[in-house]
């Protein structure tokens, strides 16, 4: 919970306590004793409501498991009324009628029972309909924003046609002895294949994705030659689920854009992609050295920024970035629920 919504539900208690007090003062009653009664059946109100948000709805009602949503909503407001009875037994005995006997078991559990459950349902309903709103709008703006990007990308768009037929010219006039030279370019053609024809969708094959991920790793073995140690390690069994595309490549980039250039000491990228469950996990660590005395912040540039605002945006709570640095070596962890 953030620190603003933290403050909007003490604001949303402590208004819904002084408008219980004013409503259900009894005259009877001193005012701190209405204070005291009114806090103490706010307790369990407030506590099913929480239990509400945060458990049964997420867990049950937002993935439309409607009658174990409900039931457990009954059973939640039968286990608040329940122990509300003591209490409500103790009030009676020493606040409203001090000296008679209370209500009996069944009046106490009926009232207590129709208390929360009125309270609650009002509440819950109150809290839905403003995340709906919230959410309807969440999604208008994400249209707006993917209509822009696509309008973006077209504009940035050049002749796809005549850039492989290019690259076609390019590589017939490779001496054919120069395999490495070849490789690199039908590595090079492939991936730009991917970016220009493939990744105009909003998910796509994990194996696809992985594929990429490897022929971009190749490209940097080559250039690099022996300089640099590169572990890229893949779980046989990723396959059968989509991402969104390009969704490693940032950080991948950012990570051999700042590895250290060492003449004595391993320079190294290590890459790891796993899934456990439906939990994707991407790791990628390099060492790293200072430049000129001055420590690089590899996760301020514009290219992380777009990676993590492209999360929020496909995988809004859905997902953890982690950066973890030090003196010598850089790491960034992305752990995502697919």
């Not at 037929?165 to 001496?175: A, E, F, K, R």
């Not at 000491?265 to 790891?272: C, F, L, R």
């Not at 540039?301 to 070596?329: C, Q, T, V, W």
Request: glycine share 2%; charged share 20%; hydrophobic share 45%.
């Amino acid at each position: 919970m953030s620190q603003k919504s933290t403050w909007h539900n003490i604001l949303l208690w402590v208004v819904l306590y002084f408008f219980w007090i004013t409503l259900f003062q009894n005259r009877a009653l001193a005012f701190s004793k209405t204070m005291t009664v009114e806090f103490c059946y706010l307790i369990f109100i407030a506590g099913n409501y929480y239990y509400n948000i945060y458990f049964t709805i997420p867990a049950f009602l937002y993935k439309k498991k409607y009658s174990t949503y409900a039931l457990l909503f009954i059973v939640g407001i039968t286990v608040a009324s329940l122990l509300r009875v003591p209490l409500a037994t103790y009030l009676s005995m020493h606040y409203f009628a001090p000296g008679k006997t209370p209500p009996g078991f069944s009046e106490l559990f009926f009232n207590s029972f129709l208390n929360i459950f009125i309270w609650v349902i009002c509440l819950v309903a109150a809290k839905l309909i403003i995340d709906r709103r919230r959410f309807q709008k969440y999604i208008d703006r994400i249209e707006k924003e993917k209509i822009k990007n696509e309008l973006d990308f077209l504009k940035a768009q050049f002749n796809p046609h005549f850039l492989f037929n290019s690259i076609n010219s390019i590589y017939g006039n490779i001496d054919k002895k120069n395999s490495s030279a070849r490789g690199m370019l039908l590595t090079f053609s492939e991936m730009l294949r991917y970016q220009l024809y493939e990744c105009n969708t909003d998910f796509i094959s994990i194996e696809k994705e992985i594929n990429y991920v490897r022929n971009y790793v190749a490209l940097q073995q080559t250039r690099k030659a022996d300089n640099l140690v590169i572990d890229l390690r893949v779980d046989e069994d990723l396959k059968g689920f989509s991402v969104a595309p390009l969704l490693f490549i940032a950080f991948i980039e950012n990570a051999f854009k700042y590895v250290s250039h060492y003449e004595n000491k391993p320079n190294k990228v290590d890459i790891s992609i796993s899934r456990k469950n439906d939990q994707l996990a991407f790791r990628i660590f390099n060492t790293k050295e200072r430049i000129n005395g001055q420590r690089l912040d590899a996760d301020k540039g514009i290219g992380i920024a777009n990676a993590k605002r492209r999360l929020e945006l496909l995988y809004p709570e859905k997902h953890e970035l982690i950066f973890n640095s030090d003196e010598s070596s850089y790491e960034t962890r992305l752990n995502l629920q697919v």
